[in-house]
T-cell receptor, first 120, second 114 residues
Framework: AQKVTQAQTEISVVEKEDVTLDCVYE???????LFWYKQPPSGELVFLIR??????QNEISGRYSWNFQKSTSSFNFTITASQVVDSAVYFC?????????????????FGKGTHLIIQP | EAQVTQNPRYLITVTGKKLTVTCSQN?????MSWYRQDPGLGLRQIYY???????DKGDVPEGYKVSRKEKRNFPLILESPSPNQTSLYFC?????????????FGPGTRLLVL
């Protein structure tokens, strides 16, 4: 069975600080995809990034960066120079690739989310 | 515009009164699924469908039914809703062609069962 752990239930920082959201996962699949989604107070789920398990390159998109380390089964998300608009719940999620050997439903397995509060 | 739509967005009902939440996507996606989101539990998969007439249980299917008669639609049916089904529900779709594609989520349906 797959599992995604986001140990940080809530993080509060002051605007302009850097903040890292942790994500640790467990899977028996040898190939899989990892995702981060943002859920602002309005409630919709906003896709941020998808990472293939074959690709361990870190990725940067503006103030957002992601550190994927297969050796430690982690896929951490860093926001640099945080802004109030970054306040949201952030979810890390995992899914096997089609035909993956881990079995189970083919949907996303989500972590419980990290509530990020950016104070002005 | 590529999108997943859900209706209704908000629903208040009473225990035992059958209801259906509709989900429709315009991207010709094969894969569709339903999730529920509860405080402290994240999102959990209820049912999913790999294609027309192919559905299967997710992690929390009890009390729910689905059908996939057309590729674009994947309604969620609560035959006899109970208060523990009060939740935020999301429908999602993705392509199953080749590599696993990103799942697109609908806007969510907030359900309150009294």
């Amino acid at each position: 069975a797959q599992k995604v752990t986001q140990a940080q239930t809530e993080i509060s920082v002051v605007e302009k600080e850097d903040v890292t959201l942790d994500c640790v996962y467990e899977t028996r699949d040898t190939t899989y995809y990892l995702f981060w989604y943002k859920q602002p107070p309005s409630g919709e789920l906003v896709f941020l990034i998808r990472r293939n398990s074959f690709d361990e390159q870190n990725e940067i998109s503006g103030r957002y960066s992601w550190n994927f380390q297969k050796s430690t089964s982690s896929f951490n998300f860093t926001i640099t120079a945080s802004q109030v608009v970054d306040s949201a719940v952030y979810f890390c999620a995992l899914t096997p690739t089609p035909g993956g050997s881990g079995g189970g439903a083919d949907g996303l397995t989500f972590g419980k989310g990290t509530h990020l509060i950016i104070q002005p | 515009e590529a999108q997943v739509t859900q209706n209704p967005r908000y629903l208040i009902t009473v225990t035992g009164k059958k209801l259906t939440v509709t989900c429709s996507q315009n991207m010709n996606h094969e894969y569709m699924s339903w999730y529920r989101q509860d405080p402290g539990l994240g999102l959990r998969q209820i049912y999913y469908s790999m294609n027309v007439e192919v559905t299967d249980k997710g992690d929390v299917p009890e009390g729910y039914k689905v059908s996939r008669k057309e590729k674009r639609n994947f309604p969620l049916i609560l035959e006899s809703p109970s208060p523990n089904q009060t939740s935020l529900y999301f429908c999602a779709s993705s392509s199953r062609q080749g590599i696993q594609e990103t799942q697109y989520f609908g806007p969510g349906t907030r359900l309150l069962v009294l």
